[in-house]
């Protein structure tokens, strides 16, 4: 472990040579690409509640990154596909133009956009969690998938991609675990090209007595529960899931964060009573 907190640089991923650091990154590598994994110490400081160090939510995502696809799906019967789908739909890709998928974490979104594109565009994941990259891996190679998505370790904060690259730039239920949001949000909007897409899934706040009730007991009292049975992690992981919701904008106060970074034409779309929300902005300018 290095000084900042970041994984180490290895020459080996997967059984496999990693790809030199000058490699393109829209190239394929059948596998991991390890890309700036060190997180900035004077970026990741723990707010007053929830602890969204880079060293934590990393170590954090690795104890549970096993059962993190099994739990997702169980945990929402199985509505998380569908939430991606309309992503999907609502976004799509643009034959020949690439797609990142920022906290692509066991890489859902990115392989959900590459059956979209059916192969007529690039499509990235890019997360610094190298455990959950690594089902992601399996995952893609199951699909035969493993020469048009390509995985790279590295972090949103960072992103080792050239300004303007992506017509479309996703993060599903990840923003939220970025220790400075708006930088995170800032590097995806750099790297979207001008025209391009940045697009957001991220759970949200139902509004009613009723249903926001119901929904608060379920995710603060039943979730951390069922999570650390199936799952078991010193890390508490699924206790740390709503209190980070809880303190995530949603709703008008995720449109103005989006507008205030310099998207236009900030939208959002509430899904199943307002549990998930997808907001998409652009990005001012014509592409080249």
Request: glycine fraction near 10%; include cysteine.
């Amino acid at each position: 472990m290095d000084k900042s907190g970041g994984l180490p640089i290895s020459s080996e991923v997967d059984g496999r040579p990693a790809r030199p650091p000058d490699a393109s990154p829209l190239e394929p590598t059948n596998g991991l690409r390890d890309v700036a994994t060190q997180t900035d110490p004077d970026v990741a400081k723990a707010g007053p509640e929830v602890d969204k160090s880079g060293h934590r939510v990393r170590s954090m995502f690795a104890s549970i990154a096993g059962k993190y696809d099994l739990l997702n799906h169980l945990l929402s019967l199985n509505v998380d596909r569908m939430w991606r789908a309309f992503t999907v739909r609502t976004v799509p890709p643009e034959p020949g133009v690439p797609v990142l998928d920022c906290c692509t974490g066991t890489a859902d979104l990115a392989l959900a956009y590459d059956r979209a594109a059916g192969g007529k565009s690039p499509v990235i994941g890019s997360d610094f969690c190298r455990e959950m990259l690594l089902i992601g891996n399996q995952k893609a190679r199951k699909l035969g998938a493993q020469d048009r998505v390509t995985l790279i370790e590295g972090d949103t904060q960072r992103l080792p991609f050239p300004t303007g690259e992506f017509g479309v730039v996703t993060v599903a239920f990840g923003l939220r675990n970025v220790s400075d949001t708006a930088k995170g949000l800032d590097e995806m909007i750099r790297v979207a090209r001008p025209g391009g897409k940045v697009a957001i899934l991220e759970f949200s706040r139902p509004r009613g007595p009723v249903l926001g009730r119901l929904y608060l007991t379920f995710f603060t009292h039943v979730l951390p529960r069922v999570g650390q049975a199936v799952a078991p992690n010193r890390y508490d992981a699924y206790r740390y899931l709503p209190e980070s919701v809880m303190q995530f904008p949603d709703g008008q106060e995720m449109l103005d964060l989006m507008t205030s970074r310099g998207l236009v034409d900030a939208v959002q779309h509430p899904l199943t009573f307002g549990i998930a929300t997808l907001y998409v902005g652009t990005k001012p300018g014509t592409p080249g």
